[in-house]
């Protein structure tokens, strides 16, 4: 999976990667989105900040393809936050495509910090299990090692040694769901 910014490097990207995705401030960029979906991949479009999640399915639709995943990243709160509204990832699976939940930009704060976004890292773990009791069907996170040494997004990262409990226990939470 690797974004796509400007359509050229949508050929170039899909030679290599399974999975393109549009970022959540270019989801209405028609033409990115049709030539993304046009190379045959699947094509995850970010939610923007700025849409309610309603207008998903006409983005959605400008793909004119059945491989599209659409992924929930929050929502602008004022300045310099996000919230996570969970009514959207039902209002998206209205539609017919796979939701992921994108579980650490989700809780950035823009520019909370001057020149780079803090965030709520504590929130990681009970946003993913909330978003997979409600049914989505990915997760995305950003994961590292060390997050302080991430060279971005450091203040939003699931440190490694706790991914595999994450997984382990969502898993359960699915299972327990689809009961």
């Known amino acids: 999976l690797t974004d ?3 359509s050229s490097e949508v050929v170039i990207a899909a030679d290599v990667v399974d999975v393109l995705q549009i970022p959540a ?15 045959g991949k699947w094509v995850n479009i970010k939610k923007g900040q700025f849409l309610a999640p309603e207008d998903m399915d006409k ?4 793909a004119k393809s059945g491989k599209v995943l659409l992924t929930e990243r929050g929502s602008s709160f004022g300045y310099h936050n996000l919230v996570v509204d969970f009514r959207s990832l039902l209002i998206l699976k209205r539609f017919g495509y796979p939701v992921v939940f ?4 989700s ?14 890292p504590e929130f ?11 049914g989505v069907n990915g997760l995305f996170l950003e ?20 991914m595999e409990t994450l997984v382990r226990e969502v898993i359960k939470i699915r299972e327990a769901v689809q009961k």
């Open 102 to 105: 994108d579980t650490t930009h």
């Open 59 to 62: 983005v959605a639709a400008k």
């Open 4 to 6: 796509v910014h400007e």
């Open 25 to 39: 401030f270019l989801c209405r960029q028609t033409e990115l989105v049709r030539q993304a979906a046009a190379t």
């Open 107 to 120: 809780l950035q704060l823009p520019g909370g910090m001057g020149n780079f976004s803090s965030g709520q």
């Open 124 to 134: 990681i773990i009970p946003f993913a299990k909330a978003a997979v009791a409600i």
């Open 143 to 162: 994961v590292h090692p060390e997050p302080a040494k991430a060279l971005s997004d450091s203040a939003t990262m699931l440190p490694l040694d706790r």
